[in-house]
């Protein structure tokens, strides 16, 4: 499904490494493709986003645990939706992760001076916004599992009102500088301690760090800069997939206030129930019922699989309690490595009200020597084999 590179080879570290081990590993790659220190390179570019995607996943212990069980797939690569971390941009990148850089480009923050027309100051001081998640359930047949399949969803959510952009102001002329930090975006305190005055440096609460406040809101949004709306979404679900596991679609979550991030659209996978296979892990388990003649003679039969009907051959004194192994016929495993088998449990159906002829003729059978139980015929037990299959 996914073309993405291994996070632990993008940062160059093993799948045991620690916190701190993770940090680093990424500041040494961030710098190495910094921006400034390759300008106009899409490669370098490309790298940097990518060290950056991967450090957002494995600085965090949920992400990294979804991560390394389901690969891509479990943490919204597999939907092809872009950066994991909800759609983040060059600038949403240096928001988060700016401290990382240290003092290594100049002490300019993230040193984001020279690239996109950012500089560090302003950097620090904007607030970006960002939409809510949304969550679903999606429920997936046994064969849609088997394969992979693409759902399109229709999802209520907020967009960004088309009417201003998702700008929230009526128009261009519709701003004014902010009376509380004088267009600076950032608010100053000074506070007496017992060590004397302390300064400290903050984004404008009244302005988000804009420095500009909408005097003339959008009609239709009412200055929010979203509106309640629907969207069709198309959702590329991996094979092998589980109940209860969770896909995260990157930036398909409710539109932010007045511009900004987009949340996620958080996918919960239900399995619906088959009417006659049972899912163990990657193996499926189907309960065969043969009569006394074909367990005894043996006989052709047909079995259910996700695909359709196959057919198996019983073997002449089939005893109840056999395992009949198909290889391949389960389900995959979500990063590709091998498929389950689907396990045949022999039952031998005994019937409850026999006609007289038959049980004259039942009478006859029991009292051959070759139908009398020989409990030393089979070396294990049912309750062993199936402890075999299932350890």
Not at 262 to 280: A, F
Not at 295 to 303: E, N, Q, Y
Request: proline letters at 3%; glycine letters at 14%; a positive charge.
């Amino acid at each position: 499904m996914s073309t993405k590179r291994d996070y632990y080879e993008v940062l160059g570290i093993s799948k045991s490494a620690s916190q701190d081990e993770i940090k680093k590993a990424y500041r040494k790659q961030a710098i190495k493709y910094h921006p400034d220190k390759n300008p106009g390179d899409k490669e370098a570019e490309n790298k940097f986003k990518e060290a950056a995607e991967a450090y957002e996943v494995l600085r965090d212990p949920d992400k990294r645990s979804r991560y390394d069980r389901f690969g891509h797939a479990g943490v919204g690569g597999a939907a092809g939706n872009g950066f994991s971390g909800g759609g983040m941009t060059m600038e949403d990148i240096f928001e988060n992760f700016g401290d990382i850089f240290g003092s290594a480009f100049g002490g300019s923050f993230g040193g984001f001076s020279g690239f996109g027309g950012f500089s560090g100051s302003r950097q620090r001081s904007r607030r970006v916004n960002k939409g809510s998640n949304l969550r679903i359930k999606v429920t997936l047949s046994l064969k849609d599992i088997a394969h992979g399949v693409t759902k399109k969803l229709k999802v209520n959510k907020y967009v960004a009102c088309d009417a201003c952009n998702g700008t929230g102001a009526k128009d261009a002329s519709s701003y004014s500088t902010c009376s509380t930090c004088r267009g600076t975006g950032q608010v100053t305190k000074v506070s007496n301690t017992f060590l004397g005055q302390m300064q400290t440096t903050s984004t404008c609460p009244a302005c988000g760090g804009e420095g500009k406040v909408i005097t003339n809101k959008c009609t239709k949004c009412h200055g929010e800069g979203i509106v309640k709306g629907t969207e069709v979404i198309s959702i590329d679900i991996p094979a092998g997939v589980g109940e209860g596991m969770q896909l995260n679609v990157s930036g398909k979550g409710n539109a932010a206030r007045r511009g900004g991030v987009n949340g996620d659209l958080i996918v919960l996978i239900q399995e619906e129930k088959h009417p006659e296979l049972v899912r163990d892990g990657h193996d499926l388990i189907y309960g065969l019922y043969l009569n006394f003649a074909q367990a005894s003679l043996g006989d052709t039969v047909h079995v259910p699989t996700v695909d359709g009907k196959v057919k198996i051959k019983i073997e002449p004194g089939t005893q109840p309690g056999k395992i009949l192994r198909l290889r391949g016929k389960g389900l995959p495993e979500i990063n590709g490595y091998g498929k389950g088998d689907l396990l045949v449990n022999i039952n031998v159906w005994i019937p409850k009200d026999l006609s007289k002829e038959e049980q004259k003729i039942v009478e006859q059978l029991g009292n051959s020597e070759n139908f009398k139980p020989n409990p030393n015929a089979n070396d294990k037990t049912f309750f062993e084999k199936m402890k075999n299959i299932f350890e």
